[in-house]
Structures are given as C-alpha cells and as structure tokens.
C-alpha cells in the first residue's frame, strides 16, 4: 500500500475537520468519513489507526488553525488589546448565512457532546482548552509589558475570563437570532472585558 504523502495527509485532515465540525464526533460515521476523506477503509486505518485517532489529529489542526488566524490578526494591530477587542468583534460578525460549523466553535461543540465513555478525546479537549488558556495568558501579559493594561493585572485570570466569554458568545450565535444581536452581544463582551483590562477605563 502506498505511503500517504504530507499533502495527501493534510486534505484528509482538512477534510476531517469539515465533518466532525458539522456533525460531531459522534454522529459521524464510518461510511460518512470514508466518502469525505475519499478513502477506503483500510487506508484510513493505516493512515490513522481508528475513528479516535483521526479526531485527535482533526482537533489538534483545527487547534493550531486557530492559533495560526489569532497571530495573523494581532499582527494586523499595534495595541494587543484592540487586536483582542477586535476578534472579539469579528467572532460576533460572523454572516447569518454561513455555514453552520462557522457559527460554533468545534471545541466548543465536542466538549458539550463527550461523555465519560470517551475519556481520551475529553482529556484531549481539556488540553487543549488549557494550552489555548495560557496563549491566551502569554498574549496579554505582552499587553500588560507594553503599558496597555493595568499593571496590576492578573493575567491568568483575564485570560479565563476572555476564554469564557468567546465561549459564550460562540454558543450564543449557534441560536436562532437576528445577526445585530450577536453583534451588540459581541460589543458588550468588549465594554465588559474592558472594563478589566484598561488603565484608563474610568477616565
């Protein structure tokens, strides 16, 4: 049997993080994997071991896609804090006619649908949660440094405090409501968070 090139790899990823995202580890079946990696049962296997293995390696590149979109937006900024006000903003803008995955986040979506009969892909989500916890952590004490923030700051904290909140509205733009009110949701996230992170808020 041939060997998978990267490339080869990455589509079946890629792919792979298209359907889980739709329709959850779960409900996600064999037959509907084979068909949207286009590969035959003994090819998925040999290239991912199992339906798990192939959803852990999903997450972590839809992790790390994650990561790679935040980078490219701070960079587009020169405050930390209004580049993390504005993703903030651009999660709450998402077009009502996306498609559904684009109004969840997947992480989000597995950790609500996991159960204790699959405690490693539950570990994994937890891991995952905390690594992006601690970017988070990392990306605002950078602010902190720079003078952006109080200088009192508790940065680990805030960026519980900023996950949580992206989780919320996250789930919130999942429901049935007008765009305006996902963006005004979104708007009021920023007031709050702002509220605790800059030194001038009560000027």
């Not at 790899?9 to 996600?28: I, K, S």
């Not at 935040?70 to 900024?77: P, Q, V």
């Not at 651009?90 to 979506?109: F, I």
């Not at 952590?137 to 960026?159: F, H, K, N, V």
Request: aromatic share 8%; glycine share 4%.
């Amino acid at each position: 049997m041939p060997r998978m090139t990267k490339y080869d790899r990455q589509v079946a990823l890629e792919r792979a993080v298209a359907l889980f995202w739709a329709r959850g580890y779960t409900a996600a079946s064999m037959k509907q994997i084979e068909n949207s990696l286009d590969m035959r049962p003994a090819s998925l296997y040999a290239a991912f071991g199992s339906k798990d293995g192939l959803f852990a390696e999903a997450l972590e590149l839809y992790l790390q896609t994650m990561f790679s979109e935040l980078d490219e937006h701070l960079a587009g900024y020169s405050s930390v804090i209004e580049g993390l006000e504005e993703f903030i903003r651009a999660v709450g803008s998402t077009p009502a006619d996306a498609h559904p995955p684009a109004k969840a986040c997947m992480l989000v979506k597995t950790l609500l649908e996991l159960n204790d009969a699959q405690k490693p892909a539950q570990a994994q989500i937890n891991d995952i949660f905390a690594r992006i916890e601690a970017r988070f952590a990392a990306i605002i004490d950078q602010a902190r440094l720079r003078g952006e923030t109080r200088p009192d700051l508790d940065c680990s904290r805030m960026a519980r405090l900023f996950q949580a909140q992206m989780m919320g509205l996250r789930s919130f733009a999942q429901r049935e409501v007008p765009p305006e009110h996902v963006q005004a949701l979104a708007d009021d996230v920023v007031d709050f968070l702002r509220s605790r992170w800059r030194p001038d808020h009560d000027a």
